[in-house]
């Protein structure tokens, strides 16, 4: 199935580093969104980004939407050991099949 | 809590039966999405109904079949189920069909033994 290119794949951080994920596809995209999902259950969404060039922030978390309308960026500021867990990006495409497409995933993990 | 409900939340069967998953979208949510994620792998994009319509369609098996009901509670069918077919089945809803944030619910764990 078709997915967006996510990386990195999985990271390990030190408890209060930053950190930063990217997502990158072939297709333009009109939205995206960022997801977080901790083991057994369903993705948690953390950050909505709708125009291009956009940035938004919650909390520690700020994503930003490309100006290329291809890539979108997720950046933890001081990560905390709850911070661990797989961090998904979704994008929905401009061609009219109103569907998310879901990145493969970034698996982060605290040390403490 | 998602508002989004997903029911049973765990579920094993035998190959060649036939399953259902049921979904309760969050109030006021038009759209369901139907994903399947396999062991630690990506959602994959099964199917969306909007308002009673199938809207998108995604990777969905001609095994699989889903549909909305009038008061927009979906369901997913599977059949002819085989060993591959065991993975977590996420249901999400939103608001619109286009251009929404979509709301997931805790998933439904599918076993085929």
């Known amino acids: 199935g078709q997915q967006l290119n996510q990386s990195p794949q999985s990271m390990f951080i030190q408890e209060g580093e930053d950190v930063s994920m990217n997502c990158t596809s072939s297709?333009?995209?009109?939205?995206w969104l960022w997801y977080k999902q901790d083991p057994g259950e369903g993705p948690v969404l953390l950050i909505a980004?709708?125009?291009?060039?956009e940035l938004t922030s919650n909390g520690r978390l700020t994503a930003q939407f490309g100006i290329t309308r291809k890539d979108s960026f997720l950046n933890i500021s001081a990560s905390i050991p709850s911070d661990v867990g797989i961090y998904f990006c979704?994008?929905?495409?401009?061609?009219?099949?109103?569907?998310?497409?879901f990145g493969t995933g970034t698996r982060l993990k605290v040390l403490a | 809590d998602s508002g989004v409900t997903q029911t049973p939340k765990h579920l094993i069967t035998a190959t060649g039966q036939r399953v259902t998953l049921r979904c309760s979208p969050r109030?006021?949510?038009?759209?369901v999405y139907w994903y399947q994620q396999s062991l630690d792998q990506g959602l994959q994009f099964l199917i969306q109904?909007?308002?009673?319509?199938?809207?998108a369609k995604g990777n969905i098996l001609e095994r699989f079949s889903a549909q909305q009901f009038p008061d927009l509670h979906s369901e997913l069918n599977l059949s002819s189920l085989e060993l591959g077919d065991s993975a977590l089945y996420f249901c999400?809803?939103?608001?619109?069909?286009?251009?929404?944030?979509?709301?997931f619910g805790q998933g439904t764990r599918l076993t085929v033994v």
């Open positions: 999400a809803s939103s608001v619109g069909a286009e251009n929404t944030e979509a709301f």
């Open positions: 297709s333009i995209f009109n939205t």
């Open positions: 980004l709708y125009k291009a060039g």
């Open positions: 979704a994008g929905r495409t401009t061609s009219g099949t109103y569907k998310y497409i």
């Open positions: 109030s006021g949510d038009l759209s």
């Open positions: 109904y909007y308002n009673g319509e199938e809207r």
